[in-house]
């Protein structure tokens, strides 16, 4: 290390044939005047045979760099240039960055720096479409990540206030509580999200499922709108996922509220119970009996008309805010489910039916 000022007595030359990039000096000819080490393998000969040969013999006419060198020569000014493509008879095709910088003392003369880009660098362009697709997965590890530690803070802290709340105002912290354990729950499921793990069931009362929906609305994104019903209060019970379930519904009560006028929304939830209608199961001979009909209907506007053939895709969204994750997630849910989703859509009515397979088993 130098101390207080020495002159560091080093080889620039060494330190020029160190470096991995290539490094050509230009003079104000455009003959080359200077290579490195890596320059001299970059172009496939040495600093001897080259020295004194125009930058042209190493490039085609057309070349970008030429141009840069020559801006630079002319300007007296850096440029940078990134992502070139470099396809000569001496080089084989190569991605690269480079950087063109006037020699100071020297006027007229460039300094021309080729940095390679990596192997991973190029593979990443070609593989821009899946990565597409497969950052979903990493959103959802993000997500678990991101969501799941804030949440058990804010559980602790609705546990903190249960205690020293009247009765009424208890209902909500252990609508907190609950709720907070149903989003760890949903993260977790998030998290394999493209993993084929057979879904826990149990009988559910879809009733209780849209009571519990209805609720978390009307506390929250849907406070203004009017939530009303129309149950079969016969219903059977749905062989599925009662967190999932809850999941489901509260996507297509949150998209309804979203579709309406507040100033006179409405949402009407159904449930019934359709005897003979069944559906073939993809892939084999047999037909599934799904006798279970849960709806929700608003009187919105409807939907885009551009975006029906598309609804259950993921990133398909007609707000300004929205993920357009709802609605795959819904789908997936109830493919899980071994049921089935359908839309009507017209402006003023918008009626999402989601029908679902019964349990045979009696609830405990
Ligand atoms: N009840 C509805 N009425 C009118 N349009 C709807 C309705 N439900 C869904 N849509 C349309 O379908 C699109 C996709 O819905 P989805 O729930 O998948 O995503 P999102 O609501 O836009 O965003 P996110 O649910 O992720 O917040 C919506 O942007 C909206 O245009
Ligand atoms: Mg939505």
Same mark, same amino acid.
């Given at each position: 290390?130098?101390?207080?000022?020495?002159?560091?007595?080093?080889?620039?030359?060494?330190?020029?044939?160190? *470096?991995?990039?290539?490094?050509?000096?230009?003079?104000?000819?455009?003959?080359?005047?200077?290579?490195?080490? @890596?320059?001299?393998?970059?172009?496939?000969? +040495?600093?001897? $045979?080259?020295?004194?040969?125009?930058?042209?013999?190493?490039?085609?006419?057309?070349?970008?760099?030429?141009?840069?060198?020559?801006?630079?020569?002319?300007?007296?000014?850096?440029?940078?240039?990134?992502? *070139?493509?470099?396809?000569?008879?001496?080089?084989?095709? #190569?991605?690269?960055?480079? $950087?063109? !910088?006037?020699?100071?003392?020297?006027?007229?003369?460039?300094?021309?720096?080729?940095?390679?880009?990596?192997?991973?660098?190029?593979?990443?362009?070609?593989?821009?479409?899946?990565? @597409?697709?497969?950052?979903?997965?990493?959103?959802?590890?993000?997500?678990?990540?991101?969501?799941?530690?804030?949440?058990?803070?804010?559980?602790?802290? @609705?546990?903190?206030?249960?205690?020293?709340?009247?009765?009424?105002? #208890?209902?909500?912290?252990?609508?907190?509580?609950?709720?907070?354990?149903? %989003?760890?729950?949903?993260?977790?499921?998030?998290?394999?999200?493209?993993?084929?793990?057979?879904?826990?069931?149990?009988?559910? &009362?879809?009733?209780?499922?849209?009571?519990?929906?209805? #609720?978390?609305?009307?506390?929250?994104?849907?406070?203004?709108?009017?939530?009303?019903?129309?149950?079969?209060?016969?219903?059977?019970?749905? =062989?599925?996922?009662?967190?999932?379930?809850?999941?489901?519904?509260? &996507?297509?009560?949150?998209?309804?509220?979203?579709?309406?006028?507040?100033?006179?929304?409405?949402?009407?939830?159904?449930?019934?119970?359709?005897? +003979?209608?069944?559906?073939?199961?993809?892939?084999?001979?047999?037909?599934?009996?799904?006798?279970?009909?849960?709806?929700?209907?608003?009187?919105?506007?409807?939907?885009?008309?551009? *975006? $029906?053939?598309?609804?259950?895709?993921?990133?398909? !969204?007609?707000?300004?805010?929205?993920?357009?994750?709802?609605?795959?997630?819904?789908?997936?849910?109830?493919?899980?489910?071994?049921?089935?989703?359908?839309? =009507?859509?017209?402006?003023?009515?918008?009626?999402?039916?989601? %029908?679902?397979?019964?349990?045979?088993?009696?609830?405990?």
């Amino acid at each position: 290390m130098p101390l207080n000022g020495e002159v560091l007595d080093v080889n620039t030359e060494n330190v020029l044939n160190a *470096l991995d990039s290539t490094v050509v000096v230009i003079d104000d000819g455009g003959n080359i005047a200077y290579l490195n080490s @890596a320059g001299e393998q970059f172009f496939g000969g +040495s600093l001897v $045979q080259l020295r004194g040969h125009p930058i042209g013999d190493l490039l085609p006419s057309d070349s970008p760099l030429l141009t840069l060198v020559r801006q630079v020569q002319n300007t007296g000014s850096g440029v940078s240039d990134y992502g *070139l493509t470099l396809d000569t008879p001496r080089i084989a095709k #190569q991605l690269v960055n480079v $950087q063109v !910088t006037p020699l100071v003392d020297n006027p007229g003369f460039a300094i021309l720096s080729i940095f390679e880009r990596s192997i991973a660098d190029k593979i990443d362009r070609q593989l821009t479409h899946r990565n @597409a697709a497969r950052s979903i997965t990493a959103m959802a590890a993000m997500l678990a990540h991101e969501v799941k530690n804030p949440l058990s803070g804010i559980r602790g802290a @609705a546990q903190l206030l249960e205690q020293g709340v009247n009765a009424e105002d #208890q209902q909500l912290t252990r609508l907190i509580c609950d709720e907070t354990d149903r %989003i760890c729950a949903l993260v977790d499921r998030m998290e394999v999200f493209s993993d084929q793990r057979p879904l826990e069931r149990s009988p559910v &009362n879809a009733h209780k499922v849209l009571e519990r929906v209805r #609720q978390i609305a009307q506390n929250g994104f849907a406070r203004s709108i009017r939530i009303s019903e129309s149950y079969d209060p016969s219903l059977p019970h749905i =062989d599925g996922n009662h967190d999932q379930l809850v999941q489901i519904f509260l &996507n297509l009560v949150k998209n309804a509220a979203e579709a309406v006028d507040p100033s006179n929304g409405e949402i009407v939830l159904k449930t019934a119970y359709q005897h +003979s209608v069944r559906f073939a199961v993809p892939g084999s001979n047999s037909r599934t009996h799904l006798p279970l009909v849960i709806s929700v209907q608003d009187n919105g506007d409807g939907i885009p008309a551009d *975006l $029906q053939d598309h609804l259950f895709e993921a990133f398909v !969204t007609s707000k300004p805010k929205g993920s357009g994750l709802g609605l795959a997630l819904v789908a997936k849910m109830i493919d899980d489910h071994g049921g089935v989703i359908e839309f =009507d859509s017209q402006p003023g009515k918008t009626i999402f039916r989601v %029908i679902l397979p019964m349990s045979t088993e009696v609830p405990e």
